[in-house]
Each structure stands twice: as C-alpha cells, then as structure tokens.
C-alpha cells in the first residue's frame, strides 16, 4: 500500500479522499491555491503545499506546480479526485515519467475514452448499444448535413473533447445546421482547445442511467448497478439517486455483463461510470464514459456498502478485485444524493462570499460530504458546489421523506444556496412519482414561472 498521497484536487472531494487515506494508514499532502488557504482539506491533510494563485490555471490545473508538490512531499501516488486533471491523459503519463503513481487507469485508455467519438466507436465494437451517428469526428458541414439526413432530425451535434454541455446544439432542420456546427464548434475550440464535433440521433425526452465499476490491473471487472441522473439543468446535473425505477433486475445483469466484458477487451483499470441515455420506449444507448470517480458516487456506496475511494486506492497499489470484494454486493434499498450549490435558486447566478451559519443535517441514513464550514468563505474562482447531502432509505418512498427533513434541517446563511430549489422540487409530485426526463427541470421551472405570473 502507499506510504503517502498527494489529493491533486480541492473541496469536499479532496477531503472526501483524505478521509479514505487517513482509515488506511495513508499519509496525505493537500496542494491548495492562494484563495484555498483556509480551506477544511489543507487543514485536515498530514502536509499542505501551496501551488499557486487563486485562477484554476494557475494552481490545480498547473502540472508542473502539482507534479513539484508531490516530489517535494516525497509521494508515491496522487489521487486527482474528478474535474480538473481527473481524467487529463497528459497529467497522468507525467506521474508515470515521474515514478508517481497515478491513481486513475492508463493514459492511453484516458485518452481513447476521452475522445468521445472514439468511445463510441470502441463500445459499438464490443457490443454495447450506441446511439446512431456520424463513425467519428465531421470532417466539414457537408458531411454533418450527409449525416442528419441519414439518421433523421432531430440530431445533436457534440465536442469530441467535450463536456459539461459546452460544444453541444440540438439541430432540427437541415436549414439550420451550418449555423449550429460553427456555434459548436467554436464553443467547444473555445472551452477545450478541440473545435471537432461528432453526432448522435437526438432522444426527445431520455433519462439519463449511468453504470458504476470498479476494474483491477488484472483484468477483472465488476458492475456495481446503476445511477439515475435525469434531474439536471442545462446538461448539469443537480439530484442523482440509485438504482434507477426504470432499469429491472434483468437489464441490470444484461447491461452489467456487456460493460465488464467492453472495459476488460480495453484494459480498463480503476472506477469509472458509462452513461447511457434511455428513450421513451426502454430502450439504451452509450453515449460517454468517465474514467474517474464521480461525484454521485456516494449513492452507490449507501446502496452497496462499497467504498469506492478506498477500493480505488487498493486497486492502485496493484491488489486483485476478488481481494477487495469478494463477491457481488447486493443492492439494498434507495438513495438519493442532492448537489448543494452557492448559487441563486432562482436566478441560478453563483453566490461567492462568506458563509455566516452552517449547519449540517444529521441522523440515520443522512450524510454530508462538505469541505465548508461557519466563517469559511466560498471562492469565486471554482464550481459552485459547496455539500453534497445524501439520503438512504429502505426504498425511495423513505429516501425522499428522509430528504425533505434533512433539506429543512441544512442551514447555510451569508450566501445563497439552492436548497430552497430542491425542497420545491422534492414537493413536485411528477418528481415523487418517478415521472421525469432530463427535460424535467424546464417544465418544472416554466410551471413555477407560470404560477408566479398567474398569482400577480
């Protein structure tokens, strides 16, 4: 096992992975920016260096200013955590030129499953059911107006380097596709460096179920069931729960089968989560793969009992899966994880500042994942998510009540938050009844607009 790790990340993930370590033995350095330096994962590292000024391309996303850190600190692994160089290729074969182990899968694998149109490709050829597209990236207009007319509008086109909903245009007519692919590709050269675009059949009203795994370096890997993850704006994700209602037992097994056999064929190694979209009619189709830890990924550890950071950890100091978890663990009731974030639950404009009260929900079945605390200050610089709050019930019915008490119970004064957001939405009964697609917040927010405008 490693003697000591740098977290090469910030936030509660940087402190969710410092809590792992510390359970295992693990000695742990945190790198901080300038505008971090009072922040709960330097404070509660064994080491802190400080990498940088406050911008995230000065600091976090500085690899030579992470790489001194981890040298300096005498490191034999960094754990990048997700977002930032969780899954850069080029920070990982870094760690690797430096004799540092990265916590995380191959660079060459990063690299594959990080240029999606690549993915695509490598899923389809091992069986696992792709969306209808263009075979890699558009090369000009003309091929992506060949494209939509083969597959039909809706289409939508997507950044090979993208994410985060950046470099992505629905496009309904053909009439409006060569203004579409410049404004994508433009935003995603702009977001990524990458302007190229590949597309996909456009779903209507999809959910979004993404797969959770966990992969040694021997080549075993296992499927650790689903995550829903349809309750987004703007392609940002804002409530995940597991398992999902619409994904039975036998899709389940079937699903999970396909995946492990892909990621073992591409000598995939550590977590990672393969997201698919649904259509209206059950049918699932691949559309990414994160070859990293997720945020959401504390639903699959209430509902399996697996912690995930921990078996990242082993998995990377070269122990076997069978070791780790010796047989499938089985899927025991909800859960549902809510992404608390500093911003106007309304106006949906970020709310930095200085937080004057905090207090955190408590009892069976709630937890909190936050690096915030009374008098600590939100930064301006970084995402806006300052807690995750996640709720285990013994079904979803339970999952949700324990939410709405545990919303009414978290405090959080000095800045906006979008708490009040999820308690209106947790009082939704479409959403209470399992009726939503990732375009529910749209219609959730136009009705709220109309009501409003109603009651004036």
């Not at 059911?129 to 558009?138: E, F, K, N, Q």
């Not at 075993?220 to 597991?242: F, P, Y």
């Not at 550590?270 to 691949?286: K, S, W």
């Amino acid at each position: 096992m490693f003697r000591k790790v740098l977290i090469a990340n910030r936030g509660e993930i940087a402190l969710r992975v410092i809590n792992a370590c510390k359970e295992m033995g693990i000695r742990t350095v945190a790198v901080y920016s300038e505008a971090d330096r009072n922040s709960l994962h330097v404070k509660f590292a064994d080491e802190a260096i400080c990498i940088g000024p406050p911008k995230s391309s000065d600091s976090y996303l500085n690899i030579p200013a992470v790489i001194s850190a981890a040298e300096i600190a005498g490191a034999d692994a960094v754990h990048p955590g997700y977002g930032l160089l969780s899954e850069n290729a080029n920070f990982a074969e870094v760690c690797r030129a430096s004799n540092i182990k990265f916590i995380g899968p191959r660079p060459e694998v990063t690299r594959m499953m990080g240029e999606k149109s690549t993915a695509r490709q490598t899923m389809k050829d091992a069986g696992v059911p792709i969306l209808p597209g263009s075979d890699g990236v558009l090369k000009d207009t003309d091929e992506a107006l060949e494209t939509a007319k083969k597959i039909k509008y809706p289409v939508i086109l997507k950044a090979v380097a993208g994410g985060g909903g950046r470099g992505m245009r629905i496009v309904r007519t053909a009439e409006e596709l060569p203004a579409m692919f410049a404004q994508a590709s433009t935003e995603a050269l702009n977001a990524f460096s990458n302007g190229e675009l590949y597309m996909e059949k456009f779903i209507e009203r999809p959910r979004h179920i993404e797969f959770q795994v966990l992969a040694d370096e021997h080549g075993n890997v296992m499927s650790l069931g689903e995550r829903e993850c349809s309750i987004q704006r703007r392609h940002q994700k804002l409530i995940e729960e597991a398992p999902s209602l619409q994904v039975n037992p036998k899709l389940r097994e079937k699903l999970g089968k396909t995946i492990e056999k892909s990621l073992k064929d591409i000598g995939y190694w550590n977590a990672g989560t393969i997201e698919f979209l649904m259509d209206e009619d059950g049918e699932i189709y691949f559309i990414e793969m994160n070859t990293r830890i997720q945020v959401e990924h504390c639903v699959t550890e209430m509902i399996t009992g697996v912690d995930l950071v921990k078996a990242q950890l082993r998995i990377a100091a070269g122990e076997k899966l069978s070791d780790i978890l010796p047989e499938k663990p089985a899927i025991v009731g909800h859960a549902i994880e809510c992404r608390i974030n500093a911003e106007h639950p309304e106006k949906f404009t970020p709310s930095p500042g200085k937080i004057t009260a905090f207090n955190v929900p408590g009892g069976f079945g709630v937890r909190v994942d936050t690096a915030q605390y009374q008098e600590g200050v939100v930064p301006q610089y970084y995402d806006s998510m300052i807690a995750k709050l996640i709720c285990h019930g013994k079904n979803r019915e339970e999952a949700m009540n324990k939410m709405q008490r545990a919303l009414s119970q978290f405090v959080v004064e000095g800045i906006f938050t979008t708490i009040p957001l999820h308690q209106r939405i947790f009082a939704d009964e479409g959403f209470r009844a399992g009726d939503f697609d990732t375009k529910f917040m749209e219609r959730f927010l136009e009705k709220e607009k109309e009501c409003k405008a109603a009651a004036k």
